[in-house]
């Protein structure tokens, strides 16, 4: 497959490594870039990551026939918007949200309907970095990339997105919409809740300056993704609320079950759960995708 | 300070990484291990950190003037009693146990009483191996080690554990034997309570292979310390389950709120409670002591 005009709104960590990677493979003509910082759109222009750049949506997308959205879930539908009267028959568009119910919710508000062009995705892969400087080719080689088609979405869009994607290395498999959001709340959004909400509480207890103090390294380990970008997994929150708030309950029960259990005690049920854990862990990591992945 | 003969009570990476940290300092003159495993126990005389070895805990005692346990807080109990009769006049004992109200309580009823020679103590270090094998001199260098001192400790004693633990390059700090519970419950019984709560939870769920299959490098990061050794984990929450559970108490409430509110979508909330817990992250973590501890 070959790109003739591939626009990317949002010429960040992921827009940029998208463009680098497809321009190695051959598979683009041309690369429009578009954004609201002049400033990381001149980078982006003299790393060569795009060929030109537009401050307007409209412009970026017309004549495009691939269309990357690598924006915060919350600019999502405002930029649908900016869309309508713009698109060409041909242009695919995908994006990279972590979130997928609510990018598919924010193109029907947005453009008015879901063309059969559009091809909801989601790239495991990240870096703690972000702007085009942190972009590289090899982002997503060997990284899995979620596709999740709506009903209207056309046989032939998503066979070219799992081409483009392929062709940058990455593993591509689809899901529907409601198992992706379920699943990423279960293996990442939720994991982010627990270490934010960690170190808030130990934030504000009284003692909090001797408290970090004396943190070991697997606090440091484990609230890594606590230092993740707030603006970003506000969206998340936002976007996922529903599975990932039926995920919270359902952990929030089990802390209670085994706060209880510590409470009475109970060392035989303590080094049962314990046991079946570290089992889990130690059976799945490998199998475990992206170790850059903070999304 | 010199010691003229160290018995360590259990012979593996924080047992034997005190015997080479001092034998190297030029500090003990004799070292005497204690164990069950004989063949633990040659492999530490293979490699010279013990000269002698014993598996009756009253014959490893008797005649040191320094005592060191490095066991499981389980087997704290029965090992302060089968000391019992074997003390000498200037023996001084101290350990190496992540929760000290419980070890104070083993040494008052194992023991009898508090002897003035006891300082308990707890070296902030280790790493996921374990073993005589896994023992190194370095181990302690530049580490934290907390001191908590009962009512009976003489001054003495205390100075004398104080310099055995900077001899081997250790950062040593006192507290309350309460207060290091609580510290400690905070900072890694709390977090280990959540990792090993999450992959459990996860573990349980029905499509829990995919799930598994989909984590990204955050929850690799999130969940390694749900590896840790489970036997040892039980010990910690039975030892400290006063502090733990009220620690858990709170947490649990602090995720009922973000929970709430996630639900109602409260973007503005949401931001300033990820944005709080992003700048202490980021603030204190420099602060935070031993990349490599998992306790």
Redesign the interface.
């Known amino acids: 497959m070959l790109i003739r005009r591939l626009a990317v709104i949002g010429v960040g960590l992921i827009g940029g490594s998208l463009a680098r990677a497809l321009r190695h493979a051959g598979q683009v003509d041309e690369i429009v870039g578009c954004g609201r910082s002049r400033e990381n759109l001149d980078k982006a222009l003299n790393f060569g990551v795009i060929d030109r750049f537009t401050h307007e949506i409209g412009e970026a997308v017309s004549g495009a026939d691939m269309i990357f959205l690598a924006i915060p879930l919350g600019a999502m539908e405002s930029t649908f918007r900016e869309m309508r009267g713009y698109l060409g028959d041909d242009a695919l568009i995908t994006d990279g949200g972590s979130a997928k119910g609510s990018v598919v919710e924010a193109c029907r508000l947005g453009l008015g309907c879901l063309p059969p062009g559009f091809v909801p995705g989601h790239p495991?892969a990240g870096t703690e970095k972000s702007g085009v400087e942190a972009s590289f080719m090899e982002l997503y080689r060997g990284r899995?990339v979620?596709l999740t088609p709506t009903d209207a979405t056309s046989p032939e869009a998503l066979e070219r997105v799992t081409s483009m994607w392929r062709s940058c290395g990455a593993e591509v498999t689809r899901m529907s919409i409601a198992h992706h959001d379920e699943?990423?709340a279960?293996?990442?959004h939720?994991?982010?809740?627990?270490?934010?909400?960690?170190?808030?509480?130990?934030?504000r207890?009284d003692?909090?300056?001797?408290?970090?103090?004396?943190?070991?390294?697997?606090?440091?380990?484990?609230?890594?993704?606590?230092?993740?970008n707030?603006?970003m997994?506000?969206?998340i929150?936002?976007a996922n609320?529903a599975a990932?708030?039926e995920m919270?309950?359902?952990?929030?029960k089990?802390?209670?079950d085994?706060?209880e259990t510590?409470?009475r005690?109970d060392?035989e049920r303590?080094?049962e759960?314990?046991?079946?854990?570290?089992a889990?862990?130690?059976r799945?990591?490998d199998?475990?995708?992206?170790?850059?992945?903070?999304?």
């Open positions: 495991i899995r979620i699943v990423l279960a293996t990442s939720l994991p982010h809740m627990l270490a934010f909400g960690l170190v808030d509480t130990l934030a207890m003692e909090n300056d001797e408290i970090f103090r004396y943190a070991a390294g697997g606090f440091r380990d484990f609230t890594r993704i606590a230092s993740s707030p603006v997994w506000r969206d929150c936002v609320k990932l708030g919270m309950e359902r952990y929030i089990d802390m209670e085994l706060a510590i409470r005690g060392a303590l080094l759960i314990f046991s079946r854990a570290k889990a862990r130690d799945y990591i199998t475990a995708s992206d170790p850059g992945s903070t999304e």
